[in-house]
T-cell receptor, first 112, second 108 residues
Framework: KAGVTQTPRYLIKTRGQQVTLSCSPI?????VSWYQQTPGQGLQFLFE???????NKGNFPGRFSGRQFSNSRSEMNVSTLELGDSALYLC???????????FGSGTQLSVL | DAKTTQPNSMESNEEEPVHLPCNHS???????IHWYRQLPSQGPEYVIH???SNVNNRMASLAIAEDRKSSTLILHRATLRDAAVYYC?????????FGTGTRLQVFP
């Protein structure tokens, strides 16, 4: 089975722009969760989608949004980018809420 | 939100056992305890998980306290490749809270 695929791997944007990141899960996995990782902050939960429905949401402003498609692929969008949004964005997938998470390699976003 | 507490860092010498602790005093009866580790420049990878009983796999062992309020990840013989940040999380919870984890340094 192919692993979790995140695209793009690297991204450079300027303040005020918006960005869309993509996550393709392992075949058969219906849950996709997103995380922001910055130095010293660890992994912070953004949201989780399961079968196209947002199941849970972390404590992030409304500029951070996501969606999941019928093939379980997920996108997250960040609007009106700020310098503080520079981070590694990771997604993880699993086939049910109780099962182990499989992570992608992440998208490194730099906001200038 | 269910939360876990881990030491910021730990050190070990190669070939020695390592015990990584995790406190989760607010664990609910249906929460599984999961451990993941993150090597430099990679996404986290699954290590082990359990509910009530101790668990073993090829990577590590997980010892769970009888009251389930704490657990310990055991690496039986640390290698240089085990140097990573180790995260303990509770699953399922409303939010998957990873925290900052424990940075394990392994010395030759």
């Amino acid at each position: 089975k192919a692993g979790v695929t995140q695209t793009p791997r690297y991204l450079i944007k300027t303040r005020g722009q918006q960005v869309t990141l993509s996550c393709s899960p392992i075949s058969g996995h219906r849950s996709v969760s997103w995380y922001q990782q910055t130095p010293g902050q660890g992994l912070q939960f953004l949201f989780e989608y399961f079968s196209e429905t947002q199941r849970n949401k972390g404590n992030f402003p409304g500029r951070f949004s996501g969606r999941q498609f019928s093939n379980s692929r997920s996108e997250m969008n960040v609007s009106t980018l700020e310098l503080g949004d520079s981070a590694l964005y990771l997604c993880a997938t699993r086939d049910s809420p109780n099962e182990k998470l499989f992570f992608g390699s992440g998208t490194q976003l730099s906001v200038l | 939100d269910a939360k876990t507490t881990q030491p910021n860092s730990m050190e070990s010498n190669e070939e020695e056992p390592v015990h990584l602790p995790c406190n989760h005093s607010t664990i609910s009866g249906t929460d599984y305890i999961h451990w993941y580790r993150q090597l430099p420049s990679q996404g986290p990878e699954y290590v082990i998980h359990g509910l009530t009983s101790n668990v073993n796999n090829r990577m590590a062992s997980l010892a769970i306290a009888e009251d389930r309020k704490s657990s310990t990840l055991i690496l039986h013989r640390a290698t240089l490749r085990d140097a990573a940040v180790y995260y303990c999380i509770l699953v399922p919870t409303d939010k998957l809270i990873f925290g900052t984890g424990t940075r394990l340094q392994v010395f030759p």
